[in-house]
């Protein structure tokens, strides 16, 4: 294998071993619930803790990651390797509240530096590397989530199973720090380096939050779509989410393979009448299994979007610039993760799950006007 080859693998790895902290620690969510003692509420309250503290330090870390490159990473994904344990055996509220603070701001850096990084590899390969390494972020989740139960059911201790997260962490910083994966480009010799065309960057961050917004609603009122309008089964309403994030995977595999990687606009066209065709069939489906076909072709049709849309603000910058633009990036489009489950809800406390599903369906359909603006900056970058 080729330098460059093991440093692609090393990312995927990074990218799994990500993933399968996320999936380990949604699963366990309701065990740390019945260990801390807290209710519904103030656990909702606690888990804010990690998006509020992610936000700073991903605008932070963008300019950090220029500076110092894949130490960066490696201290993020420690940093998250170290937590892991830990959180499994929180037996108290404030506790678990100061490891929440920790983790959203640990997760904060890898999200914009492994963003960061996985563009670097993109661009110094000519292959549409991104698709294919975020499509290891669902698969390990799914694997995690299964792994995690059948734990649960064996008896097994919160922290013990959070602890295989630290293992595949720890082993992703070491493969990062052996193959140089996650290097940055050298320092400019002047004192500062323009981000770049803010408002093309802004506009890509928008395009994103629109992107994330559907994908984690979907992950939040999948099943409660199926379990209690369709009467679903609760396994079979609780495949949903799963479904979805697999779909999103093979979804990206696929347009890593067919996909022209500096093609943008067309990308979000087809992303965004696949999506809003899949949520509609989701939304007025007659059956159960019809509305989880819906949501599997909502994840296939949403897949390619978030990788596409970094992969061209890496084109949209000069390399020493590469974290920070990531970073803005990133930053804006993390909204979609607030707002996207409380769209759905408060759509619904109106018509019902299929109404909020509707309206998700029409955000994604609005994924067709950004190429509008895009195409442009997209064409005067591309390599």
């Not at 919160?158 to 630290?166: C, E, F, S, V």
Request: charged share 10%; aromatic share 6%.
């Amino acid at each position: 294998m080729t330098r460059e080859g093991r440093r692609r693998g090393a990312l995927r790895a990074t990218w799994l071993a990500f993933g399968w902290f996320w999936g380990s620690w949604s699963a366990l969510i309701p065990e740390v619930k019945r260990t801390t003692g807290v209710d519904d509420g103030s656990l909702g309250f606690l888990l804010l803790a990690v998006p509020l503290c992610a936000l700073p330090a991903m605008i932070l870390s963008g300019r950090a990651y220029d500076r110092r490159g894949g130490a960066v990473l490696c201290g993020g994904l420690l940093a998250m390797g170290c937590l892991a344990p830990v959180l499994g055996g929180a037996g108290d509220a404030l506790f678990l509240a100061v490891c929440l603070a920790m983790l959203g701001a640990a997760s904060g850096v890898v999200d914009v530096a492994l963003n960061s990084a996985t563009v670097a590899a993109h661009a110094r390969s000519g292959r549409n590397f991104v698709q294919s390494a975020q499509a290891m972020f669902p698969v390990a989740g799914v694997v995690a989530s299964v792994v995690v139960a059948a734990g649960r059911e064996l008896g097994a201790p919160p922290w013990a199973l959070l602890g295989t997260a630290t293992l595949f962490l720890v082993a992703a910083a070491a493969l990062l720090a052996t193959t140089g994966a996650a290097a940055s480009a050298p320092r400019p010799k002047e004192a500062s380096a323009p981000v770049g065309p803010r408002q093309a960057l802004v506009l890509l961050g928008v395009t994103v939050a629109l992107a994330l917004l559907v994908e984690n609603a979907v992950q939040q009122w999948s099943s409660n779509r199926m379990e209690f309008e369709l009467d679903a089964a609760p396994g079979l309403a609780s495949l949903a989410p799963g479904v979805f994030a697999l779909c999103m995977s093979a979804g990206r595999l696929y347009a890593q393979r067919t996909a022209d990687a500096s093609a943008l606009a067309p990308t979000l066209r087809t992303c965004a009448l696949v999506t809003g065709c899949g949520l509609l069939i989701a939304a007025w489906a007659p059956s159960p299994l019809v509305a989880l076909a819906g949501f599997a072709l909502t994840g296939l049709g949403l897949a390619p979007a978030a990788p596409a849309l970094f992969a061209s603000a890496d084109r949209a910058v000069p390399e020493n610039v590469r974290g920070r633009a990531i970073s803005m990036v990133s930053t804006i489009g993390y909204s979609g993760y607030f707002l996207g489950p409380v769209a759905v809800g408060l759509s619904s406390s109106i018509g019902g799950l299929s109404a909020g599903f509707t309206v998700l369906a029409v955000l994604a359909l609005l994924l067709l006007v950004p190429p509008l603006w895009l195409r442009e900056p997209a064409a005067e970058t591309a390599p």
